[in-house]
């Protein structure tokens, strides 16, 4: 699937996503947060990793009630046989985005 | 490389501090007369080492690292962690330029490593004070433990409770190999320099530390830590990973304080039910 951003010529102005990633601490959506990214696509601003100690949002609910838009949420997959005690990525991730006028 | 004296060697309260962190952290061990000439020798280069080379042969040509690795607590640390003469897999020297703009993605070195009974660790020199703004080195405590393969990670850019690093001069860290970590931006006007050595062991890595404190009970509580990152659920199975590394260093099976690897490995081979209770057992007739 193709989508095209929306792009006012007349008003000069066009529409860009920016996208914030929660990690949760289990898969309930409302469940504190324990790890976080962003990326800004309307370039204003440069997150990176490392940059900040303190998460944007103490759980993916808060989000939601600051106007992000969720848009995928981890599946939950059975350990594979034998594998039931490793670690390894984070498992609750969320991914939200706001649509920003630029 | 002689034996260290006892007094230098980790304790085991440290050794505990390593296995559930994946780091140990040395606060301006090296003097400050070999800080003051780091930036010169590293800015020259240090001479290149081929992989698998014993650590006394591996710097016979840069006398300023093997000062550094003979210093009398590193050489205990490094003792303690892979034992005697360990090889040197490689180093090198790491410059994050000033304003340079970019960090590292967060990341594992090499290819992902699930050894559960041994363990590579990686010295870092720091020669100069590290501040925030300089970039110091980002690491997630507790994440040596994880599979994950190189910096399938990097779409990880900040977990809660993560190291950024700040220190004095001439601090020293240790990182277990598996450890999730990377080079922060640095946001300041100095280049920071850091030297790094892997080390690869060449001995069992079981009670190569000074045992005197082995059932201290800051043991227990090392590696009973939890860290903010960690999901309920999967902090449960670090723990359960964490004891099963430290039962393979003290060769000692038995560990296991809050009983997370013994109450899920407990099958008892006991019969004691008679053939004759089964209710699905033939029915002998007699006559």
Request: hydrophobic share 35%; aromatic share 8%.
């Amino acid at each position: 699937m193709t989508t095209t951003a929306p792009d006012s010529t007349a008003t000069g102005t066009t529409v860009r996503q920016q996208v914030l990633v929660l990690y949760l601490a289990s898969s309930a959506l409302d469940s504190r947060t324990v790890g976080w990214s962003t990326y800004d696509g309307t370039g204003a601003t440069s997150p990176t990793t490392g940059d900040s100690d303190v998460p944007p949002y103490a759980s993916g609910l808060e989000a939601l009630k600051d106007g992000w838009r969720l848009f995928q949420a981890a599946q939950l997959l059975p350990p594979q046989p034998g594998h039931e005690y490793d670690v390894s990525f984070l498992k609750h991730e969320f991914f939200f985005e706001k649509l920003v006028t630029v | 490389m002689p034996h260290p004296h006892r007094k230098n060697l980790l304790t085991s309260v440290q050794m505990a501090h390593f296995v559930a962190t994946g780091a140990l952290r040395m606060d301006a061990v090296v003097p400050d007369e070999m800080n003051q000439q780091a930036l010169d020798v590293l800015r020259a280069g240090v001479p290149a080492v081929p992989y698998g080379t014993p650590l006394s042969e591996a710097f016979v040509d840069s006398e300023f690292v093997q000062r550094l690795v003979q210093l009398p607590e590193v050489a205990g640390a490094i003792h303690s962690l892979v034992g005697p003469e360990p090889t040197v897999d490689h180093h090198a020297v790491h410059i994050r330029k000033a304003n340079e703009g970019e960090a590292q993605n967060l990341h594992g070195d090499a290819i992902i490593d699930v050894r559960e009974d041994a363990f590579d660790v990686q010295l870092m020199y720091y020669p100069q004070e590290v501040t925030l703004e300089m970039g110091g080195t980002l690491s997630v405590p507790g994440s040596h433990l994880r599979r994950t393969n190189e910096s399938d990670t990097g779409r990880y850019q900040n977990l809660l409770g993560q190291t950024r690093l700040t220190c004095p001069a001439g601090t020293v860290v240790f990182l277990h190999h598996g450890i999730w970590h990377g080079g922060r931006r640095n946001d300041s006007a100095i280049d920071r320099y850091m030297f790094k050595i892997r080390f690869n062991p060449t001995v069992r890595q079981v009670r190569l530390w000074n045992l005197d404190d082995l059932y201290d009970e800051q043991v227990a509580a090392e590696l009973g830590q939890t860290f903010p990152w960690y999901e309920n659920a999967t902090g449960r199975l670090e723990i359960y990973n964490r004891v099963k590394l430290w039962q393979k260093l003290t060769g000692d099976d038995t560990f296991d304080p809050d009983y997370w690897v013994t109450r899920v490995s407990n099958r008892p081979q006991r019969v004691i039910s008679q053939r004759s209770l089964n209710p699905h057992a033939a029915k002998k007739v007699t006559a």
